[in-house]
């Protein structure tokens, strides 16, 4: 055949003879469908075996066989089957060598330009029209501030917490009405940020004092609430006092102590409730306390060994109550049947006399 490698079996019709390789090219031409060229790859040290396909039952396909040309008594000689293809193996890649010499410098790279830190806000001013000012004075507050990119106006409580705030302009004014309940002083702080940084500046109005202590030598500070003239009555016991301020509708009972500590009941006795308890004796020399002492005395656990048995029954006279003016933990005073004044501390915690 011109043109085609010839199939490995030629070989084997050399071997066998040239009868024998004209009968089994008869049957295998019509068995066999041509192959398409293969690529080679030549091993000339291992050569591959010859292939041979036994013939089958399967019958001969219809397609008409162009037999081939006769073969001289001298056959063609055959090369060898070829191996079935291998595919090289890709290459492993390698790093190419370093090039001897000097390394080059690495690129220079160009710095960042630092931006200019921000300016730190300034308050020029914060001032009131008025100082000192009365409770319920309506006052202007003006100020006045620069580089700064927010400002906010706030009230401070009397017990340094921040109250209420607004947003104001950099340069401005506001009006404030100051509560008729306010004493002492009223107190701002203006703040002014830029970023991180920030300034800030308080105000303090004084504030008049509308009240004055009933007694002298008078406390510091200004009193939370006027005089507070009222009826009253009183009775001692064995280990403290009792005092009813109608003005307030309380009962305040004093231990004597040690330690000295004072409480305050709200007298819930009415008209026509048992004055006393019956079943109750006290010792000779000593007495029940009767209405509205007597319901706290036998009410309240404890309250009764505490204090003991009055002393003496319980008499009427004219008091003055009045508190302070601190945000919180108020004290209080008192004045007793004898003139003198109680001065009640906070929280209950003592009482002395003035």
């Not at 706030?154 to 506001?174: D, H, I, K």
């Not at 002083?185 to 004055?212: E, H, K, Y």
């Not at 002298?216 to 009826?231: K, M, R, V, W």
């Not at 036998?298 to 006279?317: C, H, K, Q």
């Amino acid at each position: 055949m011109t043109g085609r490698p010839e199939p490995e079996r030629k070989r084997w019709w050399k071997r066998g003879g040239l009868r024998w390789g004209w009968l089994v090219l008869l049957v295998l031409t019509g068995c066999l469908q041509p192959r398409p060229p293969q690529p080679v790859t030549r091993t000339p040290d291992r050569p591959a075996p010859p292939v041979m396909s036994p013939p089958t039952s399967t019958p001969l396909p219809t397609q008409a066989v162009t037999p081939a040309a006769a073969e001289t008594s001298t056959p063609t000689p055959v090369s060898p089957a070829p191996p079935t293809p291998v595919s090289p193996a890709a290459p492993t890649p390698t790093s190419p060598a370093a090039p001897t010499g000097t390394a080059p410098p690495p690129p220079t790279r160009a710095a960042s330009p630092i931006p200019p830190a921000a300016a730190t806000p300034v308050i020029d001013y914060f001032r009131s029209n008025i100082d000192p000012a009365d409770p319920g004075d309506t006052i202007t507050l003006s100020w006045a501030t620069r580089h700064g990119s927010q400002t906010i106006l706030y009230t401070l409580m009397a017990t340094g917490q921040l109250g209420s705030f607004w947003e104001v302009p950099p340069v401005g004014t506001m009006t404030f009405a100051i509560p008729e309940t306010s004493r002492n002083g009223v107190s701002f702080l203006l703040v002014s940020a830029a970023g991180d940084a920030v300034n800030s500046v308080s105000l303090t109005v004084v504030l008049t004092c509308p009240d004055v202590w009933f007694f002298t030598p008078a406390p510091d500070g200004c009193p939370g609430t006027p005089p507070l003239a009222s009826a009253g009555a009183y009775q001692p016991f064995e280990r403290g006092q009792m005092v009813w301020v109608e003005a307030t509708g309380q009962i305040v009972v004093l231990f004597n102590g040690p330690p000295t500590r004072w409480r305050a009941f709200q007298d819930s006795w009415r008209e026509g409730d048992p004055v006393d308890d019956p079943g109750l004796t006290p010792p000779a020399g000593l007495f029940q306390p009767r209405r509205g002492f007597g319901l706290v005395w036998r009410r309240e656990t404890g309250l009764r060994d505490d204090i003991g048995w009055a002393t003496v029954p319980e008499s009427g006279f004219q008091t003055v109550w009045q508190r302070d003016s601190r945000p919180k933990y108020n004290e209080f005073y008192l004045r007793a049947p004898d003139g003198r004044v109680w001065h009640l501390l906070a929280e209950g915690s003592g009482w002395r006399v003035k």
